[in-house]
């Protein structure tokens, strides 16, 4: 055997035994924060048209399967769901919608769903490490592309047990897909719709593997393996075993608190310290902004003119207008700014130039960073720099904070109460089904209760 089928092979097995015992309080608090980070954004996206229409496509199918795909998009529906900087990928909108699905079908304990979900999150961006951000430059979306795996690997976990998991895995790495084509022109909803069909398609191939249905061998490690045909022939296979639980990739999740791609969070955080200094600025009174930041925020996020409110969450003028105007950490400002040309962050965005940062740049992905100059129309000028990473927003409190703000007008105080109570019994050994409906209810029509 080669050392790098040794690589592959070892994580396979790492993950197929993963017990809650093995998980470490922290790794342990971080997963129960991804949960409910998780039904904080589909409490958002079940909202959206393209959810709505969704649904009413699925009507009256409440397979686990569907649950997954209207949970999966839903969560991704309005790009303020978590986010992993080394693979530029969103985690939380495929392993946790599969897991919850299975673990609702199996009735799972909450132990078992967690650890489910730990070992999903550690399938999905392990890969993704290998093989590099390159392949997103070409177009790939990285959270469909990569999302199969940790979805099927928490799908099988709860519904066939260790030794599918492999064949699981290797089914899943030819299910990937999603390309950025909404990026240029949009509309922008299939990009909600990659992370759905990866979370459904990691439970078609969980249950195909508990039937019976062989998957390749060293479908990440190969000379066609995914790793290495993301990463254009070349991939760091090492990182798939490198450092197993040491932290726990669960540990190194950015939970978004704005709504905006995470390629441009440092620079909407710079744009919001500027706002904190200057109550009520506004548009009239800024004569030009310069944003400094990455070279693929450049490439990727520059749109002065976006066509819906997924071209705007993407991009960095749109969205540092937004934070220089206040309103960054309210999602729906994102969708004013996609439905209106005539929004002030608009017109602020067609002011704003891009340049390249050296430090962003030798910082990228993680940390984030950006730096925005403002000109006042008086002629002063006020600079500040922002750095996003997972350092900066992740943990219980985080999430609890984020699912309060976005639960007002939505849930009760006391339905508030009770949902972030539920999320923390999943740690106890006990049902999770019925925690799961308390910490849906009532934004999620697809979950049983």
Known sequence: MDKTAANEDVLLEWASQLRFSDLPASAVEATLALILDHFTCIRLGLE?????????????????????????????????????????????????????AMGQ????????????????????????????????ELGWHATGVLGPLGAATAATK??????????????????????????????????RLHAGRAAEAGIFAARL??????????????????????????????????????????????IKPYAACGAVHGAVQAATQIAATCPGLQERNIASVTVGISPRAIAQNSNTDPADAMAAQYSTEVSVAIGLLGGAEDPRRFMAAGDDSADPARVLARRTVLELDHRASAAYPDPNEG??????????????????SPASSRGWQVAASKFTAVSRGRLSPREVDEALS???????????????AVLARPASVTSSS
């Not at 999966?72 to 080394?86: E, K, Q, R």
């Not at 730096?371 to 996003?388: E, I, K, N």
């Not at 999943?426 to 799961?436: C, D, H, R, T």
Request: overall charge negative.
């Open 48 to 100: 959206m048209p393209w959810t709505q229409v969704l649904m009413r496509v699925a009507r009256a199918d409440n397979s686990a399967e569907t649950r997954a795909l209207i949970n999966g998009t839903a969560g991704h529906g309005f790009d303020f769901d978590d986010l992993h900087f080394p693979t530029m990928s969103h985690p939380g909108c495929v392993v946790i919608p599969a897991a919850v």
């Open 209 to 254: 593997a508990r039937d019976g249905y062989l998957g390749p061998r060293r479908a990440l490690s190969a000379r066609f393996g995914l790793a290495r045909v993301l990463g254009l022939g070349d991939a760091d296979i090492g990182a798939l075993d490198r450092g197993l639980g040491d932290p726990f990739l669960v540990e190194d999740i950015y």
């Open 371 to 388: 730096v925005v100059t403002v000109r006042l129309a008086d002629g002063s000028s006020l600079s500040r720099r922002g750095s996003s």
């Open 158 to 191: 709860l519904l066939a047990g260790p030794d599918a998991v492999p064949d699981a895995v290797g089914l899943a790495a030819s299910m990937g897909a999603g390309i950025k084509a909404f990026n240029e022109f949009g509309p922008g909803w299939v990009k």
């Open 422 to 436: 539920a999320c923390l019994q999943l740690a106890q050994e006990v049902g999770a089904s019925a925690l799961l």
């Open 105 to 136: 079908e199996t009735n799972a304990t909450g132990h078992e769903l967690i650890a489910a979900v730990a070992a999903g999150y550690e399938l999905m961006l392990r890969p993704g490490i290998a093989a590099g951000l390159a392949y997103g």
